[in-house]
């Protein structure tokens, strides 16, 4: 191979990693040096992404149908098994490479003016590199171990930055529950990797997927197993149903963490891994319709529950677990380029969005803070009329907020169009993939009328943060609003990424990622819609936008909102909505509570209590102390017993022998 | 001449006065001359069965001799160190080993 740029691919996630020594090193010994630890912490970012670029650059200049693969060390020999520590760089690696060093900057520029006065901020900033070190890792390793430890990594750092305040028990709790769930799926992803490994025997992604049609029967149990133990694991990571519950905890964390790492990158690694493993899904009819309806079902129920919440990021997270089941919905459709188009464009309105809200928390926790208020900073009835403060925040807020309710031609709509147009067209041929569809119609409008919700109730209508506070309600620093212009822009833009060809243009993106997925492509039924129908469809899909953002200005009254303080609590269906259909409560009573029980009163008072401590341990000590008094019997102090046993022992002896 | 067998009886029988009253007697005395009887006894067979079988026998009486001098004398050393540091040497009463 001849010396090109994607050559030096170590070098990406070793920027990040870099950073993070660094600016580990600076929290420990001085964490003062805020200048310092700004400069590093956003300087590896940019040079990552300039890398990648140059990457990405470089590996398109050679027009490659097979992924290029780079082995570093060998890393775990064992037997038949030998796991190099390789990375790889395809098509699919580069949108992803892109996203996450190019939003991932943009949002370390944020927090330097969001985590300024912040007196972890050298912790924060090593925390974050190291997430990027993880994420790259995870997106750019050769086979199923590297990107595990990728995997496992950004969990980490999940975890670590959601309890970053970690002084308050709420924060720490939070950091647990994510962990603790995203445990959960891991194990289904260890199982798919044995699984795999037994097939294949090997847990390189080249060889096991040009093996996988050979070795899987299609439609066999086998890789139905493997699939669905892989989409348990991408359920954990990506927040999908049963396991989302721990995603809207996760905005304890701070709200550029939530940005980076709770909407744009972390979230859609397990819509990564799918279309990663697309040969594999594709063998499995059964497999690909759990992925595409657990998604479907995702984004309408996670949508009806951002209706009624009231904290501006639980809306996001929320609307961010809605998203991405549009993903899984694109993935298990086989539409992958659809899926990916939409995770590259939600990755820009989404982590525009935290971001606004970030600016908007800035501002009202400043105004709260300097005048000594205790009142919610991320509740939207403290909220109001703040157009007028945040006049920056505002507009972009509102492009991204197009974006995401699917108003042509920012990017959100012709992602979620194609999704859903993939959907529609699998379901001529297989009817149950209507029934997704119609429910990826459903939450459409709702995400219309949430998102405008939470943009009247932000921004418009009168002023309830308080009268003292409402002087000190400012536009943020240009730090802040210059990435939030930028993500603007791609909001605006993103779509040309891959306009369909129905409007003229050039799905540049499904024929960029053609080369990964087209061994998948030739397992799956085509289907051509006419003209017509599409038409029709981009007409409705357009209708239910404007239908849900038109139906949330029509019904909701801005001004009838009341402070949160003096709110009167909810009732009835919008209760059961800002109560998130009580998922968190039947876990709570179905799964937690007979977990602890187990615990407590089995593991902990039965088995180590009574069994462990009191006969294993205490129990030896017991018995040898009673073989101990029985041998002590024996010394009487008596010589003449000692002597009348030695008789007897002679004689038995003698006897013994003689016999 | 006396038979062979009559040495062996008349052994066996000063082994049998040895070894019971080494069982029954308290005093530590007394039961080192029980010692003595049993090693005698021992000797005599030796001798007795040396006539039959060989020089040896008669040269291990000289070995048993030489250590029951040494056992007795430190035997008796031991038994007056008792003595004189308890005022007595009834084996009853001399049980400090006693689990």
Not at chain 2, 37 to 59: D, E, K, P, R
């Amino acid at each position: 191979m001849p010396i090109s740029a994607p050559g030096a691919l170590w070098v990406l996630p070793a920027l990040p990693l870099l950073g993070f020594v660094v600016n580990g090193a600076l929290a420990l010994w001085r964490p003062t040096a805020k200048t310092a630890v700004s400069l590093v912490g956003v300087g590896v970012l940019v040079l990552a992404g300039a890398a990648a670029v140059v990457a990405v650059a470089g590996f398109a200049g050679l027009h490659p149908a097979a992924p290029l693969v780079f082995r570093y060390w060998e890393w775990m020999p064992v037997g038949d098994l030998r796991i190099d520590f390789a990375l790889q760089l395809d098509q699919l690696s580069a949108v992803m490479v892109l996203v996450v060093t190019g939003v991932g900057a943009l949002i370390h520029v944020f927090s330097v003016g969001y985590m300024h006065e912040d007196a972890g901020y050298a912790r924060y900033f090593a925390y974050l590199n190291l997430f990027v070190f993880f994420m790259l890792v995870l997106v750019l390793g050769a086979s199923f171990p590297v990107m595990f430890v990728g995997w496992e990594g950004v969990g980490l750092c999940s975890y670590l930055l959601i309890g970053y305040w970690f002084n308050e028990q709420i924060n720490a709790d939070a950091g647990k529950k994510a962990f603790i769930v995203n445990r959960i799926g891991d194990v289904g992803f260890l199982i798919a990797m044995l699984l795999i490994f037994r097939a294949t025997g090997s847990l390189d992604f080249g060889p096991v997927f040009a093996r996988a049609g050979a070795v899987f029967t299609p439609a066999g149990a086998t890789v139905t197993a493997v699939t669905l133990f892989l989409f348990l694991g991408c359920t954990g990571k990506s927040a999908q149903i049963p396991l989302f519950t721990w995603l809207p905890d996760a905005m304890q964390g701070p709200t550029p963490v939530s940005a980076l790492i709770h909407a744009a990158t972390m979230v859609t690694a397990g819509v990564y891994l799918v279309a990663r493993c697309n040969v594999l899904f594709a063998l499995s009819p059964l497999g690909s319709a759990t992925v595409a309806g657990v998604g479907a079902l995702t984004a309408l129920f996670a949508a009806t529950i951002a209706l009624k919440q009231w904290d501006i990021k639980r809306v996001l997270a929320y609307s961010t677990i809605s998203q991405l089941g549009y993903m899984f919905l694109g993935v298990g459709t086989g539409a992958y380029a659809a899926a990916i188009f939409h995770l590259v464009t939600h990755a820009f309105f989404k982590a525009l969005l935290f971001l606004g809200s970030g600016s908007v928390i800035h501002a009202m926790h400043d105004a709260y803070h300097l005048t000594h208020a205790h009142d919610d900073a991320q509740d939207m009835r403290n909220m109001g009329g703040l157009r007028r403060h945040l006049p920056w925040t505002a507009t972009l807020m509102w492009i991204a907020t197009l974006a995401i309710a699917g108003i042509p031609p920012l990017s959100g709509f012709f992602s979620k169009d194609e999704i859903l147009g993939a959907a529609f067209a699998l379901g001529t041929a297989e009817p149950v993939w209507l029934v997704y569809w119609a429910m990826g119609v459903a939450a459409a409008l709702l995400t219309a009328f949430y998102m405008t919700r939470l943009m009247l109730y932000t921004f418009h209508g009168p002023n309830r943060t308080g009268e003292r506070e409402r002087a000190h309600l400012h536009e943020a620093p240009w730090v802040m609003t210059g990435p939030l212009v930028v993500l603007g822009a791609l909001s605006l833009a993103g779509g040309a990424l891959n306009l369909p060809e129905l409007v003229g243009g050039k799905p540049w993106l499904e024929h960029w990622l053609q080369p990964v997925t087209a061994l998948a492509d030739r397992m799956r039924p085509v289907v051509e819609l006419s003209p017509v129908v599409e038409w029709t469809l981009v007409g409705g899909a357009v209708l239910v936008a404007a239908l849900g953002m038109l139906g949330a200005v029509r019904l909701l009254r801005p001004e009838a909102l009341v402070a949160a303080r003096l709110a009167p609590p909810e009732t009835g269906l919008g209760r059961l909505l800002w109560k998130k259909w009580y998922v968190d409560e039947i876990y709570d009573a179905v799964i937690v509570r007979p977990v602890q029980w187990l615990a407590r009163e089995v593991l902990w008072k039965t088995i180590d209590v009574r069994l462990v401590d009191g006969l294993l341990v205490n129990g030896s000590a017991t018995t040898s102390r009673a073989l101990g008094w029985l041998g002590s019997r024996l010394q009487t102090g008596e010589v003449g017993f000692y002597v009348a046993l030695f008789v007897v022992g002679v004689l038995v002896v003698v006897g013994a022998a003689l016999h | 001449m006396i038979s062979h067998n009559a040495y062996l009886g008349l052994a066996a029988v000063m082994f049998g006065i040895g070894a019971a009253g080494l069982l029954v007697r308290r005093n530590p005395l007394v039961m080192f001359m029980c010692v003595e009887l049993m090693l005698n006894a021992v000797n005599l067979t030796f001798v007795a069965l040396a006539q039959q079988l060989g020089v040896a026998g008669q040269l291990f009486v000289l070995f048993v001799m030489a250590v029951a001098a040494a056992e007795a004398a430190v035997g008796l050393a031991i038994i007056l160190a008792i003595f004189r540091h308890r005022g007595t040497v009834d084996l009853q009463n001399i049980n400090l080993l006693k689990g």
